[in-house]
């Protein structure tokens, strides 16, 4: 329900680009800090545990509170929580800019997460609010889904040019005029709305989310890394998962739920998320390790780095800008797939890359995975608001984004963990080496560069060499296992998207149920294999998928 008067044609675009640049601001900071970890690594001295959680801390807190704050959003306003949460992100990132130890790093990042997590759900369902028509939804959700993944893109880019005349902090310090700029424009065009029927806040079932979904990854992260050598990882995983089960049977009891779980009945909803999810774990991952590889391995400044990464960033915009196009052509259903697909070799690719490995390769791998993660995303996104009833837009856009920022440190804790544990099973340091310089070549490649660094040349080079070698290995070997998973979910999108007889009528009825338009341009009832009649949106009717 908007509390506010239609905006005007004009207003309704300049809003949306308020709505991009918030959106991107949360991706750009998800993946900004990739190429400082080195400086970081430098500068703050971690371990190689807390630096993955300085890596992670930010997407795994976000995963956990998007449901509650999407929630949230729709009883309260979804402006009132964007607003309050962008001024919250910048005082959290002032504090990640200037942190002086790793474990306060770690909690700026933590807090960055409950602000972002009050920003990405508002967004996309400020959007239903701002274009009620369906053709002009799906221009703008393409739109804001470029805005999306190619923040994640652009973030190695960014801050490859502030670290080649800045300290690592700096990247923090990008977001505070972004953000007065989002504040000033946003309290002035964006309008305000809530669900008609909102009910209380319930306060257990945030607990619940939160719990289960941290717990679950958390659990997921260190079994990865470290194998299972004690006890307390499988109980984290139980606790965890019980959380979880708790969660949605408390869903199913409530008048008013936090998230309703009924939504994952609806087949297009189901495999819009875990599309996401498998997308974002791709492509975190190949951020993760790919900005190490060219900074250790090849010797890149950060900023080379980051524009050798750019493919990647203009593949995501063409790809979101392109896809209402593509899903009206081909269908959501082949649209969903190919992007997967696409994508799976895009990162197969890297699996080929050695140490001296041209630049073709590379940029190929950047733009396929880039494109394809634009498209995918973008289409997730649209299949996820059309299967949702109006006043659940919030709720409905967090479990989206859930999965989007889940995917993001899943990705990071999987692949990186991966990446880690090859490297050290295959480092074999050279006879001779300092014992303290080979425990800190052991710990990571970028511990290797340093110990390096400190020994006599032939035998640094020697280190540096065997290093490089593992680090590639492990990187070969992750990336393959990372497209195994998105032709899998490929498969598994053509396998729920499929057409299934519809009894007559049936369609009508279940759209008089939930009182909303068909979604947008009828790319989502046509992903479920339905035909769908015009619904005075200016689409032809009856579009095959």
Known sequence: MSTTPATTARHRWVGLGVLVLAVTLVAVDATVLSLALPSVSETLDPSGTQLLWIGDAYSFVL???LVSMGALSDRIGRKRVLLVGSSAFGAASLLAAYSPSPGWLILARALLGVAGATIMPSTLSLIRTLFPDARERATAIGIWGAGATAGAALGPLVGGILLEHFWWGSVFLLNLPVLALLLVLGAWLLPESRARR????????????MAGVIGVVYAVKEFAAEGLTGWSTPAILLVGAAALVAFVRRQLALDHPLLDVRLFADRRFTAAVIASLTALIGLSGVVFFMSQYLQLVRGYTPLTAGIAEMPAFLGAVVGGLLTARLARRAGSRATLTAGLLVMGAGIGLLGLVRGDSGYLLLGTAFLAVGTAEGVVYTLASDLVLGAAPSDKAGAASAVSETAYELGTALGIALVGSVVTALYTGSFTVPAGTDPAAAAQAHESIGGAVEAAATLPQALGDQLLDGAKSAFVHGMNTAAWLAAGLLLLSA???????????TPAGQADVTAARR??????GGLAARAAGVRMPSCGDGGRPGWPY
């Open 63 to 65: 995963a956990g509170l």
């Open 198 to 209: 909102t009910g209380g806040w319930d306060v257990l079932s945030v607990l619940l989310s």
């Open 491 to 501: 498969a598994l999108s053509w396998y729920l998207l499929r057409a299934r007889p």
């Open 515 to 520: 009182h909303r338009p068909s979604p947008a």
